[in-house]
């Protein structure tokens, strides 16, 4: 089972448009330091699982047949964009699970082309998929969002965004099964706090009341990537930043 994150950045990305920031400077000089928006895929027993839709290039990357089922974690336009071009293609209808939330994204459920839409999701309601076994977890966000839990033979990955914290079900989920790798909204650095994500602050509680999972940064703003740069030393072993195309194996 192979997790490759597409894209780490939160709604902005990185660099962001008219930013001179030094995470953002740093971003325009070199691309290995820019940020696509926050999404990823799961490649597991020869099939492929896109999770969240918005990478710019994503019919280039993924060409017709080669994409067996989506995930959808939340129907914010950051998360989803990439479907209403994808939609009105020509090859067959791909499988897409989603939360329950009747409201959608626009247009989606009405005009969905080859858009197959599953029957909503429910938190702790586990289902197979891909031959693994894939549990929905519910999250803090301003719209119903699904994190998902990831069961193969090898092992477990935990893919957490959009939120604010871990609710208590989930948590103590997570406590029973402890995966080897958690994927985490942290949006902001410690000096900032939303509403609808982690900051820094709170992943690092969640990673020292669970050490023996590596905790892989995720939906990632230019500020927090400034304060890394500022404070090169201020994570833990079990933390660790993650950035396009990190790939994270079982």
């Known amino acids: 089972m192979k997790l490759t994150l597409l894209g780490t950045g939160n709604v902005t990305g990185c660099p962001v448009y008219g930013c001179d920031c030094l995470a953002c400077q740093r ?23 896109l999770i969240d839709a918005n990478h710019p290039q994503l019919q280039t990357r993924f060409p017709a047949g080669s994409i067996d089922a989506m995930l959808l974690t939340h129907f914010h336009m950051d998360h989803v964009q990439a479907l209403f071009e994808l939609r009105w293609g020509v090859a067959k209808p791909i499988p897409v699970y989603h939360p329950d939330d009747p409201l959608g994204c626009d247009d989606l459920f009405k005009h969905s082309g080859l858009l197959d839409f599953q029957p909503a999701r429910q938190a702790m309601h586990s289902f197979a998929l891909a031959g693994i076994n894939i549990t929905p977890l519910a999250l803090n966000h301003s719209k119903p969002t699904l994190g998902y839990l990831f069961t193969s033979e090898n092992g477990l990955i935990a893919y957490l965004t959009d939120t604010l914290g871990i609710p208590d079900q989930s948590w103590q989920h ?21 509403g609808n994500h982690n900051n820094l602050s709170d992943v690092l509680e969640l990673a020292h009341a669970l050490p023996d999972s590596t905790w892989v ?5 230019h ?19 993650g950035h396009d195309e990190l790939c994270l194996s079982l």
């Open 217 to 221: 940064l995720t939906h990632i703003g």
């Open 174 to 194: 997570l406590l029973r099964q402890p995966p080897k790798y958690v994927v985490i909204d942290c949006s902001n650095s410690p000096l900032h706090r939303s």
């Open 223 to 241: 500020d927090l990537d400034e304060y890394l740069m500022q404070h090169p030393n201020c994570l833990p072993s079990n933390v660790l930043v």
């Open 27 to 49: 971003a325009s000089l070199d691309p290995s330091k820019a940020r696509l928006l926050c999404s990823a895929v799961l490649e597991v027993n020869g099939q492929r699982i």
